[in-house]
Each structure stands twice: as structure tokens, then as C-alpha cells.
């Protein structure tokens, strides 16, 4: 009996460091103004200190204040000074105090997605609605200059509609296009199946 052949694949041998969900909001009152909201929320599924979630945000709905909410503490700390600091280095400071969370989340995906951050005093939401068609991100290490031993791979849905909440009070602005090597998205994205590998 002839054994079947199995089509080659390509494989990326370095390390795997995380893989979760990386999605984020980016919000503005104007086009080619400043951005008023960063918010970049993770679950994570496996890390080297574990599986687990994190919001960190700084918009006009925390008095443009750092805030960090969590339910992992150390997987926090090792994503700041990992990968937040070669992405949103307002992110990256160890002295930002981490606050208790519960996480959850609702939707379909299709239509809307919602997450839920709720602390002792806040209780925080994401939205994204109006969701548009996903693309596969493949960014080899060394795409971020900031971090060139860092790669990821990333299934990116992007929201043409996206609101953030603090306490019910909503962050003013709205999300915008983008452009990812001559692809269009937008500032405010699900990125799911989302893997970040470093250089062996």
C-alpha cells in the first residue's frame, strides 16, 4: 500500500511566546487629529506565567489617565516589558499600578462584539459593530523597530463602528481608517487566533 503524501508545509520554527486575542479601539474627534482613546485588551490562552486578561487603556474617559485592569498580575507584568513596550510604550511602565478584574464577553462576531471589564469601582465596555470582512495578518520578526526579534501572525476583523464606555460615560470620538501595507482597515479591530513568536 502506497503511503498518502502529505503536502508540504511552511512552518515558522522560532519561539512561540503567547497566543490569545490582542483586540483594540483607537478613537478621535477628528481625522487628522490626536487619538483621544487607546484601549488594547487581551485574553490570553497560553504565556509563560499562564493564561488570562488584560485591559490597558488611556483615554479621555480615565482623565486621559493610564489604567490597567487584569486578572493575571505577573502575566501583565511580562506582556508590558514584552510586547506593550514595543507597541504603546505609555503601556510599559512596571510602577503602573494593576487593578482586579472580571472579564466577559458576548456577541456573534458578525453583527457586534462586546467586552466587559468590571473592577470594585469601574465597569468598563468595548464595542465594535458594523464589522467588516477579516484578513490574515502574517508580520515576520523584525517588522516592529521597536522590538525586531518579535513576529505575529493574527486574524484581523475591523470594525467600522466602535464605542468605549467608562462607568456608562462614553469616550468621545470615533474609530477610523486605516491602512496595514496597503490594506485597508480600521483603528478599531478584533484581532483574534492571534500568536506572537520571537527569534529562536
Excluded at 502506497?2 to 511566546?17: F, G, R, T
Excluded at 487629529?33 to 487603556?57: C, D, E, M, Q, Y
Excluded at 485592569?69 to 510604550?89: C, H, P, V
Aim: a negative charge.
Amino acid at each position: 500500500m502506497s503511503q498518502e503524501k502529505i503536502p508540504s508545509a511552511n512552518l515558522d520554527l522560532n519561539k512561540i511566546l503567547l497566543t490569545g486575542e490582542n483586540s483594540f479601539i483607537r478613537l478621535k474627534k477628528e481625522v487628522n487629529g490626536p487619538i483621544t482613546t487607546n484601549a488594547t485588551h487581551w485574553r490570553i490562552l497560553k504565556s509563560p506565567s499562564g493564561p488570562g486578561h488584560v485591559l490597558f487603556i488611556q483615554s479621555d474617559a480615565t482623565d486621559n489617565e493610564v489604567r490597567i485592569y487584569s486578572d493575571n498580575f505577573a502575566m501583565t507584568r511580562w506582556i508590558q516589558d514584552k510586547i506593550e513596550s514595543g507597541l504603546n510604550s505609555e503601556f510599559s511602565n512596571p510602577k503602573t499600578p494593576i487593578i482586579d478584574a472580571d472579564f466577559s464577553s458576548s456577541g456573534d462576531g458578525i453583527n457586534f462584539w462586546i467586552e466587559s471589564i468590571d473592577s470594585l469601582n469601574d465597569s468598563i465596555q468595548m464595542n465594535w459593530h458594523d464589522i467588516c470582512e477579516p484578513f490574515y495578518l502574517k508580520a515576520a520578526a523584525g517588522f516592529l523597530e521597536t522590538a525586531p526579534k518579535l513576529g505575529v501572525y493574527s486574524c484581523m476583523i475591523p470594525s467600522n463602528k466602535a464605542q468605549l464606555t467608562v462607568n456608562e460615560i462614553p469616550a468621545t470620538g470615533s474609530s477610523f481608517p486605516e491602512l496595514f501595507d496597503g490594506h485597508p482597515t480600521s483603528s478599531a479591530c478584533l484581532a483574534w487566533s492571534e500568536t506572537w513568536t520571537e527569534l529562536a
